[in-house]
């Protein structure tokens, strides 16, 4: 079940619906935190997101760095 969800209570709002487990995969995660805060946090989402594709770009062609 999930870990945000109290699934009897959800089941028993819905007049007892069925309760279905349906089993998920796993990704590692790996948090990050700026040293100050952001002043725009929608360019700095933008920005980081570049950099997790071009760091998933080159990881998949065996290059260990961001750019």
Same mark, same amino acid.
């Given at each position: /079940?999930?870990?945000?969800?109290? +699934?009897k209570k959800f089941q028993k709002y819905?007049?007892?619906?069925? @309760?279905?487990?349906?089993?998920?995969? @796993?990704?590692?995660?790996?948090?990050? =935190?700026?040293?100050?805060?952001?002043?725009? =946090? /929608?360019? +700095? +989402?933008?920005?980081?997101?570049?950099?997790?594709?071009?760091?998933?770009?080159?990881?998949?062609r065996g290059i260990d760095t961001l750019?």
């Amino acid at each position: /079940m999930s870990a945000t969800l109290d +699934a009897k209570k959800f089941q028993k709002y819905f007049e007892d619906a069925p @309760l279905l487990d349906i089993p998920g995969r @796993l990704h590692p995660v790996e948090v990050l =935190y700026t040293l100050e805060a952001e002043n725009d =946090y /929608m360019e +700095a +989402a933008i920005r980081t997101t570049i950099q997790v594709r071009k760091l998933k770009k080159n990881t998949e062609r065996g290059i260990d760095t961001l750019y």
